[in-house]
């Protein structure tokens, strides 16, 4: 089959499942009355009480450890370069938003995912703002870097390794997003843990429809979805914000994910279990009636998360400390 042809039937296939989209839009998304705002977490300033409610932000914040710190900001910057997702949400095959206001399902969703996840980093945002703990200047020129320099998660145009990389992408925001939630509770900042615990419901309701998605898919066509996740897990996921730059550093990704790394907020071997969890929740292993190189991929994807749980084991991560501007150059 020609690169061409297995396109047009992927497009097709994804057109196929707009009607079980658009069945399971209203638990999928949450309707806007019903929607958390940023403004929920956040002092108001109209009142007379702000600058207490300033103050006792300010006062638990100054426990929060450096290198907490360090990875809710390369959290946050990572949610902040929502312009790069949607417009590759939109670029996918079958899924694009033809007029910009479409009615069609995928064009809700693609929409609807889109303003939900635009509030996570409006949080964060005015969260660290008000904290007074981070130079925010530092930070606001990583996420201009960020936008600028894109994001390609080497998936293409192509839906069903969107789908895949969008399934593991939520779940490992959730997990990192609950981790920093932790943490911070942890330190005593407890809104801190509500605001992190609000944001890791979104990514848990948003991995659970794009695994739905390509349940679908897997349904509909098997040996093409059993091709593409082993090709997406060959390619191997990187964060999307993987291109984060603050202009002088240029291993700045590498830097925050080896902080999130050893504080376990992120980690190898939560790599190898949103493997596992895929896996099992798309039935890989039952998978029946494959091509010989569908099977060789049901074969490869089986085993894939025990190795990464042998390299997790082994992996160790004694580095030397390392400064970031977001933090005035301290070190962590
Ligand atoms: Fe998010
Ligand atoms: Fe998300």
Same mark, same amino acid.
């Given at each position: 089959?020609?690169?061409?042809?297995?396109?047009? *039937?992927?497009?097709?296939?994804?057109?196929?499942?707009?009607?079980?989209?658009?069945?399971?839009?209203?638990?999928?998304?949450?309707?806007?009355?019903?929607?958390?705002?940023?403004?929920? $977490? !956040?002092?108001?300033?109209?009142?007379?009480? &702000?600058?207490?409610?300033?103050?006792?932000?300010?006062?638990?914040?100054?426990?929060?450890?450096?290198?907490?710190?360090?990875?809710?900001?390369?959290?946050?910057?990572?949610?902040?370069?929502?312009?790069?997702?949607?417009? &590759?949400?939109?670029?996918?095959?079958?899924?694009?938003?033809?007029?910009?206001? *479409?009615?069609?399902?995928?064009?809700? &969703?693609?929409?609807? &995912?889109?303003?939900?996840?635009?509030?996570?980093? +409006? !949080?964060?945002?005015?969260?660290?703002?008000?904290? @007074?703990?981070?130079?925010?200047?530092?930070?606001?020129?990583?996420?201009?870097?960020? #936008?600028?320099? @894109? $994001?390609?998660?080497?998936?293409?145009?192509?839906?069903?390794? %969107?789908?895949?990389?969008?399934?593991?992408?939520?779940?490992?925001?959730?997990? *990192?997003?609950?981790?920093? @939630?932790?943490?911070?509770?942890?330190?005593?900042? #407890?809104?801190?843990?509500?605001?992190?615990? #609000?944001?890791? %419901?979104?990514?848990?309701?948003?991995?659970?429809?794009?695994?739905?998605?390509?349940?679908?898919?897997?349904?509909? +066509?098997?040996?093409?979805?059993?091709?593409?996740?082993?090709?997406?897990?060959?390619?191997?996921?990187?964060?999307?914000?993987?291109?984060?730059?603050? %202009?002088?550093?240029?291993?700045?990704?590498?830097? $925050?994910?080896?902080?999130?790394?050893?504080?376990?907020?992120?980690?190898?071997?939560?790599?190898? +279990?949103?493997?596992?969890?895929?896996?099992?929740?798309?039935?890989?292993?039952?998978?029946? @009636?494959?091509?010989?190189?569908?099977?060789?991929?049901?074969?490869?994807?089986?085993?894939?998360?025990?190795?990464?749980?042998?390299?997790?084991?082994?992996?160790? $991560?004694?580095?030397?400390?390392?400064?970031?501007?977001?933090?005035?150059?301290?070190?962590?």
């Amino acid at each position: 089959m020609s690169e061409e042809m297995s396109n047009a *039937s992927r497009f097709e296939i994804i057109k196929s499942i707009e009607g079980f989209v658009e069945e399971n839009l209203s638990s999928l998304l949450k309707p806007v009355n019903e929607s958390w705002q940023p403004s929920d $977490f !956040l002092p108001d300033m109209t009142k007379e009480s &702000w600058q207490e409610e300033l103050k006792d932000i300010r006062e638990r914040a100054k426990e929060i450890p450096d290198e907490l710190l360090v990875v809710l900001v390369g959290d946050m910057v990572t949610e902040e370069a929502l312009p790069s997702y949607q417009a &590759w949400l939109n670029r996918l095959e079958g899924i694009a938003d033809e007029t910009g206001a *479409s009615s069609s399902a995928w064009a809700k &969703w693609s929409r609807g &995912w889109t303003s939900e996840e635009n509030r996570h980093g +409006d !949080l964060l945002n005015k969260y660290l703002y008000l904290t @007074g703990r981070v130079d925010m200047r530092a930070v606001e020129v990583t996420v201009h870097h960020l #936008i600028n320099s @894109g $994001f390609d998660p080497k998936t293409g145009n192509d839906p069903y390794l %969107g789908f895949i990389y969008t399934s593991f992408q939520e779940r490992a925001t959730k997990i *990192s997003h609950s981790n920093v @939630g932790r943490l911070a509770k942890k330190s005593g900042e #407890i809104l801190l843990h509500k605001i992190c615990g #609000i944001i890791a %419901g979104d990514e848990a309701r948003h991995e659970r429809a794009y695994k739905l998605f390509m349940a679908k898919v897997f349904e509909a +066509d098997p040996v093409q979805a059993i091709l593409s996740f082993s090709k997406m897990m060959k390619l191997k996921v990187t964060m999307p914000a993987n291109m984060m730059t603050d %202009g002088k550093d240029k291993n700045l990704f590498t830097k $925050f994910s080896n902080v999130a790394q050893r504080l376990e907020v992120y980690t190898v071997k939560d790599y190898a +279990d949103i493997i596992k969890n895929l896996v099992d929740g798309w039935n890989i292993s039952a998978i029946k @009636g494959l091509s010989d190189a569908a099977a060789k991929a049901q074969d490869y994807l089986c085993t894939l998360s025990e190795r990464y749980q042998a390299l997790a084991n082994r992996f160790s $991560f004694a580095g030397e400390a390392e400064k970031f501007s977001w933090i005035y150059d301290r070190k962590v």
